[in-house]
C-alpha cells in the first residue's frame, strides 16, 4: 500500500522560496500520478500541480510562473519549489497520488500533508 | 478560470439522508464524468469518497453514493451516522488549462 509523507521547513520568508519534498513508499512512482494539493488555514482544497515519472508537469495556470515539480526515481522523492512567495502562499500542502489502474482523475492516496506558514 | 459552487452546509438527524449539490459548467462537470468527492474530518488529510461520478473505492461504505445530470454533481450520504460529520469537497477534472479544480466545501452537521 502506498504511503506518501511531506517534509520541507515550516516557515518561510516573504520572497523567498518554498520548498517540500515527498518520500513515496510501498510503490513505484510508475503507478501514479503525483499531485500537490494546497489548503489554506481554514479554507478549502486547491489543486496546484502534476507530475508523472516521465517528468511530464502540468502546473495551475495562476502558479506556472512560480512553481516547479520535479521527481527523483532512485530516491522515490517527489519534489515542490515555489519562488517568490507571500503570505497568501501559507497553507498545509498536500502530496497525493492518482492510481493510474484503479481511479482516473481522482486522488486516492494523500499524505498527512506538511504545514507551511510564510512570514513577512 | 473554472469554479464549483457547493452549499457551505447541510445538517441531518442520525439515520437521515443528505444531499450535496457541486454546480460547475458545461465546460467542466458537463464535460467530463470526472468527479470525485473528498470527505475532510479536522486535522486530516481528505479522503477519497467517490471517483469518476459514481464509483466507490474499495473499503468505502455505501451509504454514499454519487450522481451527475447536466453540470451538476450530487453526493447522498444515507443513513446519516456520527462519523459522517466532516467537511466535503467535490472536485472535477476542468480540461487541460485547468486540470482539477476543487469546489469550495460543504459542512456536514450531524444533528
Known amino acids: 500500500q502506498v504511503q506518501l509523507h511531506e517534509s520541507g521547513p515550516g516557515l518561510v520568508k516573504s520572497s523567498e522560496t518554498l520548498s517540500l519534498t515527498c518520500t513515496v513508499s510501498?510503490?513505484?512512482?510508475?503507478?501514479?500520478?503525483w499531485n500537490w494539493i494546497r489548503q489554506p488555514p481554514g479554507k478549502g482544497l486547491e489543486w496546484i500541480g502534476q507530475?508523472?515519472?516521465?517528468?511530464?508537469?502540468k502546473y495551475k495556470p495562476s502558479l506556472d510562473s512560480r512553481l516547479t515539480l520535479s521527481l527523483d526515481s532512485s530516491r522515490k522523492q517527489l519534489s515542490l519549489k515555489l519562488i517568490s512567495v507571500d503570505t497568501s502562499d501559507t497553507a498545509t500542502f498536500y502530496c497525493?497520488?492518482?492510481?493510474?489502474?484503479?481511479?482516473?482523475?481522482?486522488?486516492?492516496?494523500w499524505g498527512l500533508g506538511a504545514n507551511v506558514t510564510v512570514s513577512s | 478560470q473554472s469554479a464549483l459552487t457547493q452549499p457551505a452546509s447541510v445538517s441531518g438527524s442520525p439515520g437521515q439522508s443528505v444531499t450535496i449539490s457541486c454546480s460547475g459548467s458545461?465546460?467542466?462537470?458537463?464535460?467530463?464524468?470526472?468527479v470525485s468527492w473528498y470527505q475532510q474530518h479536522p486535522g486530516k488529510p481528505p479522503k477519497l469518497i467517490i471517483f469518476?461520478?459514481?464509483k466507490r473505492p474499495s473499503g468505502v461504505s455505501g451509504r454514499f453514493a454519487g450522481s451527475k445530470s447536466g453540470n451538476t454533481a450530487s453526493l447522498t450520504i444515507s443513513g446519516l451516522q456520527a462519523e459522517d460529520e466532516a467537511e466535503y469537497y467535490c472536485?472535477?477534472?476542468?480540461?487541460?488549462?485547468?486540470?482539477?479544480?476543487f469546489g469550495p466545501g460543504t459542512k456536514v452537521t450531524v444533528l
Open positions: 458545461s465546460n467542466d462537470i458537463g464535460r467530463f464524468d470526472l
Open positions: 472536485c472535477t477534472f476542468a480540461g487541460y488549462t485547468d486540470f482539477f479544480v
Open positions: 497525493a497520488g492518482s492510481n493510474r489502474a484503479l481511479v482516473n482523475g481522482a486522488f486516492d492516496v
Open positions: 469518476e461520478v459514481t
Open positions: 510501498g510503490d513505484s512512482l510508475n503507478s501514479h500520478y
Open positions: 507530475i508523472y515519472v516521465s517528468g511530464t508537469t
